[in-house]
């Protein structure tokens, strides 16, 4: 089963404005990755999160993390067309015995940013 | 730098063929791993390779099988394809070492007709 589920399915927004995804997951992590995917094509990576860290930026992008509600946030701002693609969140719980982790990926967020 | 590499970037085979799939990784990363998305879900863990070997598997059949070479590169090979094989297949590579970030490639989509 898959670890991580996006909030919500679909967002439409206008351009200019914010736009907020949230993943929950079941297990508890070393990390967590947000990808950016545009019309099925490949993933790309935006961010990691790893358990100790509560917040990140990235240009327009900030990733908030939070592990007793075993849930994250993706939010971008003053949203482009551009930023029209699905955004995943990845779960990786491997325990630090181990030097592989493998991702877990929820169905993703569609998100729709009009002109 | 190149990053993650994939070919061929589509392919329509036959129920019942078998095709192979490469991926090469980004410069410096050592561990393969390949993913199936299939319409509209996010993508599932297959297997991943280190060290020409496989570290770990998913809940695939052995109809899916893989292969490193010494230069990291990466091949995904599927037996007797199914129609529900038909998806994309993508490649991630990462650097050994606990809690690092995994880059992903184009992918190859595949449709099995």
């Not at chain 2, 589509?10 to 561990?31: E, F």
């Not at chain 2, 995994?102 to 595949?110: D, K, N």
Request: charged share 20%; aromatic share 10%; net charge neutral.
């Amino acid at each position: 089963s898959q670890q991580g589920e996006e909030d919500p399915q679909a967002l439409s927004i206008q351009e200019g404005e914010n736009a907020t995804m949230n993943c929950s997951y079941k297990t508890s992590i070393n990390n967590l990755q947000w990808y950016r995917q545009n019309s099925g094509r490949g993933l790309v990576h935006l961010i990691l999160i790893r358990s100790n860290e509560r917040e990140k930026h990235s240009g327009r992008l900030r990733v908030t993390l939070d592990t007793s509600k075993k849930s994250s946030s993706l939010l971008i701002t003053a949203s482009r067309a551009a930023d029209t693609a699905s955004y995943f969140c990845a779960t990786d719980n491997s325990n630090r015995g181990s030097t592989l982790g493998r991702l877990y990926f929820g169905r993703g967020t569609q998100l729709t940013v009009w002109p | 730098d190149a990053g993650v590499t994939q070919s061929p970037t589509h392919l329509i085979k036959t129920r019942g063929q078998q095709v192979t799939l490469r991926c090469s990784p980004k410069s410096g990363h050592d561990t393969v791993s390949w993913y199936q998305q299939a319409l509209g879900q996010g993508p599932q863990f297959i297997f991943q390779y280190y060290e020409e070997e496989e570290r770990q598997r998913g809940n695939f059949p052995d109809r899916f099988s893989g292969h490193q070479f010494p230069n990291y590169s990466s091949e995904l090979n599927v037996n007797a394809l199914l129609l529900g094989d038909s998806a994309l297949y993508l490649c991630a590579s990462s650097s050994l070492g606990w809690n690092t970030e995994a880059f992903f490639g184009q992918g190859t989509r595949l449709t099995v007709v």
